[in-house]
């Protein structure tokens, strides 16, 4: 089992920027791709973008493409997402999730992990 712990939300003002972390409770944190996902009010949950055990490949929704990027720290078994240019609708609750098995997917499903979210305001 991992425990998946967000921090950093909070209110931001549009054009603003916001950096998220994620810290994952297990020593194979290498072993896991890891994602953002996000759920605005009223919507569905959307992915956000992943990354590869390594930290080498990543990959995003063109919603976010070139405003946000995701890193990571397997020394200190976090995840980070940095978001720049933020707009009201990038409003949501962010969660981060890990998959042990590596199918680096945009689909929620492969994802059995997950914390439980931080908000992130964009006031316009």
């Known amino acids: 089992q991992v425990q998946l712990v967000e921090a950093g939300g909070g209110l931001v003002q549009a054009g603003g920027s916001l950096s998220l972390s994620c810290q994952a409770s297990t020593r194979t944190f290498s072993s896991y791709v890891m994602g953002w996902f996000r759920q605005a009010p009223g919507k569905e949950r959307e992915f956000v973008g992943a990354i590869s055990g390594s930290g080498g490949n990543t990959f995003y929704d063109d919603s976010v493409k070139g405003r946000f990027t995701i890193s990571r720290d397997n020394a200190k078994n976090t995840m980070y997402l940095r978001m720049n240019s933020l707009k009201p609708e990038d409003t949501a609750v962010y969660y981060c999730?890990?998959?042990?098995?590596?199918?680096?997917?945009?689909?929620?499903?492969?994802?059995?992990?997950w914390g439980q979210g931080t908000r992130v305001t964009v006031s316009s």
């Open positions: 999730a890990a998959d042990p098995v590596g199918r680096y997917s945009k689909d929620a499903p492969a994802y059995p992990y």
